[in-house]
């Protein structure tokens, strides 16, 4: 069954310092997206990507994030200048379309760790 | 703004028993589809079932299923002969344009 993966599942930064986070989405798949979930929180919606662009991004969602689709595969989140409390279990998502009647699925994570 | 509200932070059940989780959300939109997520120790983020919120009957999927009350916003998840694989974190969400998550509900079966 084909699946979300995500790489790296734990990457350790020092404050500052930018980061990016790989998601290779479902290859049929059209809507991509990223969730964060701070340990002992719940899920939070951070943006939606839909035809090479930005279709619904949260108030989280600021000007130290970006997200990019460099080739046919990879989604990536990138974030400029990392925070302490940027330390989460971020999720890559992807679905056929973006309506609720399509499941999104989800990858397995990366765990960021900010010291 | 979009918003889903679990109240109940922990519950537990025996093996083989019934166990209800509840959710509420508040949508301004008319249009809109409600899941749950089920969340394992393994942090893997699993979809258990989902409702169109156009339609009236119910969600079931084997031994989950749902009360989906539209006029009171309210979309409890049922869960029923209870497994001990049935052990994790139960996540709510409702999506309009965008996926809001409940809090959590942390289910414990035990044996």
């Known amino acids: 069954e084909p699946e979300v993966t995500q790489t790296p599942s734990h990457q350790v930064t020092q404050m500052g310092q930018e980061v990016i986070l790989r998601c290779v989405p479902i290859?049929?798949?059209?809507?991509f997206y990223w969730y964060r979930q701070i340990l002992g929180q719940k899920v939070e919606f951070l943006v939606s990507f839909y035809n090479n662009e930005i279709s619904e991004k949260s108030e989280i969602f600021d000007d130290q994030f970006s997200v990019e689709r460099p080739d046919g595969s990879n989604f990536t989140l990138k974030i400029r200048s990392t925070k302490l409390e940027d330390s989460a279990m971020y999720f890559c998502?992807?679905?056929?379309?973006?309506?609720?009647?399509?499941?999104?699925?989800f990858g397995p994570g990366t765990r960021l760790t900010v010291t | 703004a979009q918003t889903v509200t679990q109240s109940q932070p922990e519950m537990s059940v025996q093996e083989a028993e019934t166990v209800t989780l509840s959710c509420t959300y508040d949508?301004?939109?008319?249009?809109?589809?409600l899941f749950w997520y089920k969340q394992p120790p393994s942090r893997q983020m699993i979809l258990v079932i989902r409702?169109?919120?156009?339609?009236?009957q119910n969600a079931t999927e084997n031994r989950f299923s749902v009360n989906f009350q539209k006029a009171a916003k309210s979309f409890s998840l049922k869960i029923s002969d209870s497994q001990l694989g049935d052990t994790a974190m139960y996540f709510c969400?409702?999506?309009?344009?965008?996926?809001?998550f409940g809090a959590g509900t942390r289910l414990t079966v035990k044996p």
């Open positions: 969400a409702s999506q309009d344009n965008d996926m809001r």
């Open positions: 290859s049929n798949h059209l809507y």
């Open positions: 409702q169109e919120a156009y339609k009236q």
């Open positions: 949508t301004s939109e008319s249009n809109y589809y």
């Open positions: 998502a992807s679905s056929e379309s973006g309506y609720g009647s399509y499941e999104q699925y």
